[in-house]
């Protein structure tokens, strides 16, 4: 089995050093911290990356984006929403909408661990044991790890009770098949998190779980979606017998539908895709990107046959 499916707990908090809570803040003096912070902190390489990223560039300049947002995290900066135990300023539903909009008027470069902060991260406080908040939520936090979305599929979009990816329970572990589709961030993210339909039996919107799946593991393979931009902001990502323990589903099997839906049971405001217009000129061409992070990628070319390249 992979070592990253293997590793288990044992993590600290990952709060950040000198954090603080904002409850007690009030929203101007959240703002001018905030403002503070960037014009000290969006600098260098940071201030050259103006507005890069988000919706249809997420390629751009990834490795330096996660170099930022891992920079944000390092002064408690990312996750701000979050309880104040697992790194968050417990900041208000205002404070979190102020906090997206200094971002988008000092231009700063789009974030790359929206996913996890926003979507994972929720699940893990509302559902997730103290065992699966210690193993997870640090490295969002932190930004060290990357997390992308296992729900569409090409059989199952806004439908998603007509998901066919399989997890089946062989003793302690669960074993995934199936194919997930336009999947944003997948060629660089670390893990995802994957709709399964483990009771093939029940109706199908409560035969569905939620589990968590590392995209090192044996029998991932990913496939870049080419765009008409030229460029891979999707893929596809196939699980071929992909084995995870037991405990990194979260709650219980068939409950996976009623979990996909973070901002029910969370307080967190999730970035506004409008930020894009506001953060990034017309005209404005982004740096060149980095090759996504090594992994085994098979490309379809037009006469049907198949090749695998490392990435």
Not at 277 to 296: D, H, L, M, Q, Y
Request: net charge negative; with cysteine.
């Amino acid at each position: 089995m992979n070592d990253d499916v293997a590793a288990h707990g044992g993590e600290s908090s990952g709060v950040a050093g000198g954090q603080r809570s904002n409850v007690a803040v009030s929203d101007a003096e959240f703002r001018a911290e905030l403002r503070s912070w960037l014009a000290d902190n969006l600098v260098g390489e940071f201030a050259e990356l103006s507005g890069v990223g988000g919706p249809g560039d997420e390629h751009s300049a990834f490795e330096a984006r996660h170099r930022w947002e891992q920079t944000l995290a390092a002064s408690g900066w990312t996750c701000v929403g979050w309880p104040e135990r697992w790194g968050g300023r417990e900041a208000t539903l205002s404070q979190q909408v102020i906090f997206h909009e200094e971002l988008a008027k000092a231009r700063a470069p789009h974030r790359v661990g929206l996913i996890g902060e926003g979507m994972t991260g929720p699940t893990l406080l509302a559902f997730g044991t103290p065992a699966q908040q210690q193993r997870w939520l640090p490295d969002i936090r932190s930004g060290d790890a990357l997390w992308c979305q296992g729900y569409s599929e090409p059989n199952a979009g806004s439908d998603l009770a007509n998901v066919s990816t399989r997890a089946v329970r062989d003793g302690g572990e669960w074993v995934i098949t199936g194919q997930k589709v336009w999947t944003s961030l997948a060629l660089w993210a670390d893990w995802c998190f994957v709709v399964c339909r483990t009771d093939p039996d029940a109706p199908k919107h409560r035969g569905l779980s939620y589990i968590m799946v590392p995209l090192s593991a044996d029998g991932v393979q990913t496939r870049p979606i080419r765009q008409i931009t030229g460029t891979s902001e999707f893929a596809e990502v196939f699980f071929d017998e992909v084995r995870v323990p037991a405990d990194y589903m979260i709650g219980e099997p068939g409950t996976g539908g009623e979990l996909r839906w973070p901002p029910l049971h969370s307080n967190a405001v999730p970035s506004p895709s409008a930020s894009k217009s506001a953060s990034k000129p017309n005209g404005t061409r982004s740096p060149k990107s980095p090759r996504p992070r090594a992994r085994v990628v098979t490309q379809r070319s037009a006469s049907g046959s198949s090749t695998s390249t490392s990435r």
